[in-house]
């Protein structure tokens, strides 16, 4: 079976520009989270989407945004971008028992974004 | 928010001694508690778990301890290897999201 697989692995924007992060989940799976990782804060929870609705939200600014599809395909996007922006931001996928139960959050490799 | 913390942000082992990473969470009501591995280039993979009613879990090679009294958590690696280099993150939740430490570092020194 597949893992979650996230596009692009890397890329580099200016400030002010907006992104778009697109991730696949394990086949099957409904749930996807976002968390944005950096070395001073950790992993910190963006929001969750399970079949194409937003069940949860973490403390980011209305700039972070994201969607998912009837698919289960999920992206997120961040406008505006400002330097503090630059991060690993990975996707997981679980099952449809709640991963808060389970533990079964899947990652994917992350997508590298540097802002210049 | 929570605070899910480390004590040491790095750790270097000699090969075949045991590892013990240690995790300081903040949240009393905290209920479900799940150590990840994470190696470069690679997102976190899930090691093992512990719910709060019990005080320790053991997997392979691995044991969770937990002491709710002074909100601390602990992972127990025996016989590192050098496979076992990485960054652990422990992970708390008292209900629909996880809480992530910021991580430690392992190094396995052959």
């Known amino acids: 079976k597949a893992g979650v697989t996230q596009t692009p692995r890397y890329l580099i924007k200016t400030r002010g520009q907006q992104v778009t992060l697109s991730c696949s989940p394990i086949s099957g799976h409904r749930s996807v989270s976002w968390y944005q990782q950096t070395p001073g804060q950790g992993l910190q929870f963006l929001f969750e989407y399970f079949s194409e609705t937003q069940r949860n939200k973490g403390n980011f600014p209305g700039r972070f945004s994201g969607r998912q599809f009837s698919n289960s395909r999920s992206e997120m996007n961040v406008s505006t971008l400002e330097l503090g922006d630059s991060a690993l931001y990975l996707c997981?996928?679980?099952?449809?028992?709640?991963?808060?139960?389970?533990?079964?959050?899947?990652f994917g490799e992350g997508s590298r974004l540097t802002v210049l | 928010g929570e605070s899910v913390g480390l004590h040491l942000p790095t750790l270097s082992v000699q090969e075949g001694d045991n590892s013990i990473i240690n995790c300081a969470y903040s949240n009393s009501a905290s209920d479900y508690f799940i150590w990840y591995k994470q190696e470069s280039g690679k997102g976190p993979q899930f090691i093992i778990d512990?719910?709060?009613?019990?005080d320790k879990r053991q997997g392979q090679r691995v044991t969770v301890l937990l002491n709710k009294t002074v909100k601390h958590l602990s992972l127990q690696i025996a016989a590192t290897q050098p496979g076992d280099s990485a960054v652990y993150f422990c992970a708390e939740t008292t209900g629909n999201q996880f809480y992530f430490g910021t991580g430690t570092s392992l190094t396995v020194i052959p």
């Open positions: 997981a996928s679980s099952p449809d028992i709640p991963y808060w139960d389970t533990g079964e959050l899947f």
């Open positions: 512990i719910r709060s009613n019990m």
